[in-house]
């Protein structure tokens, strides 16, 4: 397991000591729980399976309908 040393100003570890205490986690749990919460690539299982559930929402070929074409682009 690897160890990371971090520098947090005064009022950013404040309030990281209150997060973590008010979740009872040490700070180091805490750091590593943030962590993995920002490095998840998928979304989680009720927003996908919330996919389609909307019947208001209007159909793929309506949207692209309306969908105007791209504006010349700027030359690098």
Same mark, same amino acid.
């Given at each position: 397991?690897?160890?990371?040393?971090?520098?947090?100003?005064?009022?950013?570890? *404040?309030?990281?000591?209150?997060?973590?205490? %008010?979740?009872?986690?040490?700070? #180091? !749990?805490?750091?590593?729980?943030?962590? =993995? @919460?920002?490095?998840?690539?998928?979304?989680?299982?009720?927003?996908?399976?919330? *996919?389609?559930?909307?019947?208001?929402?209007? %159909?793929?070929?309506?949207?692209? #309908? !309306?969908?105007?074409?791209?504006?010349? =682009? @700027?030359?690098?």
């Amino acid at each position: 397991m690897g160890q990371v040393t971090i520098y947090l100003e005064d009022e950013l570890e *404040a309030k990281m000591v209150a997060e973590a205490k %008010a979740r009872r986690l040490s700070k #180091s !749990k805490w750091i590593a729980t943030v962590i =993995r @919460e920002k490095l998840v690539d998928e979304w989680p299982p009720a927003v996908r399976e919330s *996919a389609g559930s909307w019947d208001d929402f209007p %159909a793929l070929e309506d949207i692209r #309908s !309306k969908a105007q074409g791209d504006i010349e =682009r @700027e030359p690098l």
